[in-house]
């Protein structure tokens, strides 16, 4: 017979035993592990987060269908390659691969579901355009006309509002062609090139709101070769020529020299001006450089080899680190430099490349190599590849989806490489049309035959996202 003591000992030791045994699978549980008790089998676990744009969609889970929505939180779910798809009734289905890691969250809650029947729409003018073009951050759209030098607004209802006629030349002859047209990154101006019947040209600032214009080569009192538009202030406009970058405010008038020199080529980023220098006394580098938009706080972020040809560069920022798109056009290859946390990192990414464009909100760079769309998630450092030839223009749609024009049509494509999707129109060659985005109305306008088609994707309801 067991004594009261040995029974009390034994109680104590069982319960001790328990509670070690349940803290233990606590912690496991919350450090992403799971139980098989009928297996008897212990396992890692992460979190996927599913959505889809709209919401609602029936969910399969490695092919097996589950009873919730979209939105929908899915737990304790092994690690390893998971597949997740999205349907719904008249929305073409998504489907997309992942690999789910201990402990992490697996984000797949950025589905756009796109619907089966898309119904272009064509805006009614008896005006002929040649050119749209949308603003730097797809609020706005414009359409341009040649001969005379006209310009529109196309208003978010679909309707055109006559921005502005640009002039006479002072031999009294009409602009027949508009080039390297630029909007400024809150849509309120552009610049654009008029080319005239005797082969003359002037730039003109244009207030997209008021109308009112500027000749700015009047202005600078010199051609315009290569000009931006201030992303801080829309009136300020800057220009390079024979190595130095000189500023025109169009209220004031005042033409500022900055002091900047050996300047290759620059960009306008959110916060600084960046140029690419020759490295003096010789060209045997050359120097990738910030300045504040004074011209002043000069610093040397980079050194790269010396090129023929001067290197193309786009900035974007994500978070508070900057981010440049590098492309030498002697060879095509591409590098990314990124500066954030005192850091000051450059990697090539490779050669044969075209077509660098960051999303909008900088997350994700996309360019095409080797009949391959390659994508780099700039934040989580993963990269993505699909093979696509032919792509002749990257248009970002949403944060999460590209709009890639090809010679026998349109297709969206998430930022991954999956569920390319072909979308009117469908049956025109590469040369036919003009294509451009809205990205928050996920609409598509596009240009053919001198007439604005237009069609949005915005499903009824809204996407809820975790995020």
């Keep these: 017979m067991i004594s009261q003591k040995t029974r009390s000992s034994l109680t104590i030791t069982i319960g001790t035993i328990l509670v070690s045994i349940g803290t233990i699978l606590l912690v496991g549980l919350a450090s992403g592990y799971n139980i098989d008790i009928f297996r008897g089998e212990i396992f890692v676990t992460g979190l996927a ?44 289905d998504w489907k997309a691969n992942f690999f789910v890691k201990a402990g992490e969250v697996t984000f797949a809650d950025y589905a756009l579901m796109i619907p089966k029947i898309i119904e272009p729409k064509q805006i009614e003018s008896n005006l002929v355009f040649t050119d749209i073009i949308s603003a730097a951050d797809k609020t706005k759209i414009f359409g341009f006309i040649d001969n005379p030098g006209l310009i529109y607004e196309v208003k978010s209802n679909y309707e055109l509002r006559k ?111 960046l140029t690419v220098e020759n490295l003096s ?68 990414i490779g050669l044969d490349t075209s077509l660098p464009n960051f999303s909008p909100n900088g997350r994700f760079l996309s360019f095409v190599q080797a009949s391959k769309l390659r994508t780099i998630d700039i934040e989580f450092t993963d990269r993505y590849s699909v093979s696509l030839a032919d792509i002749g223009q990257i248009s970002w749609l949403t944060k999460y989806q590209m709009l890639l024009k090809k010679p026998n049509g349109l297709f969206i494509i998430d930022y991954n490489g999956f569920n390319l999707l072909k979308i009117p129109p469908n049956a025109s060659l590469l040369s036919d049309y003009k294509v451009t985005t809205i990205s928050d109305s996920k609409s598509v306008i596009y240009l053919t035959a001198g007439k604005i088609n237009y069609y949005s994707l915005e499903p009824r309801g809204g996407l809820i996202n975790f995020r």
């Design 163 to 273: 921005v502005v006629e640009l002039p006479v030349n002072d031999s009294i002859k009409t602009p027949i062609r508009q080039t390297d047209i630029q909007i400024s990154s809150d849509s309120g101006s552009l610049v654009t090139r008029a080319v005239y019947d005797d082969a003359s040209t002037a730039y003109f600032w244009v207030n997209t709101s008021s109308g009112e214009f500027f000749d700015i080569n009047k202005l600078f009192n010199q051609p315009l070769p290569n000009v931006r538009i201030s992303p801080k202030n829309n009136k300020d406009i800057y220009s390079l020529e024979a190595g130095k970058i000189s500023r025109v405010n169009v209220d004031t008038k005042k033409l500022t020299l900055l002091p900047m020199t050996n300047v290759r080529t620059f960009d306008l980023s959110k916060d600084v001006v």
């Design 49 to 92: 987060l599913l959505g889809s744009n709209p919401g609602g969609a029936s969910i399969k889970v490695n092919s097996k269908l589950i009873s919730q929505k979209t939105p929908y939180r899915l737990e304790n779910i092994k690690t390893g390659p998971l597949t997740i798809e999205y349907s719904m009734a008249d929305y073409n």
């Design 281 to 348: 006394p010789t060209d045997t580098a050359q120097l990738l450089v910030s300045y504040d938009y004074d011209g002043n706080n000069r610093k040397i972020l980079y050194q790269y080899p010396a090129s023929v040809k001067p290197l193309q560069i786009i900035s974007s920022k994500i978070g508070n680190d900057l981010i440049v798109s590098i492309t030498n056009p002697d060879n095509n290859s591409l590098t990314v430099y990124r500066q954030g946390e005192g850091k000051n990192l450059s990697s090539l």
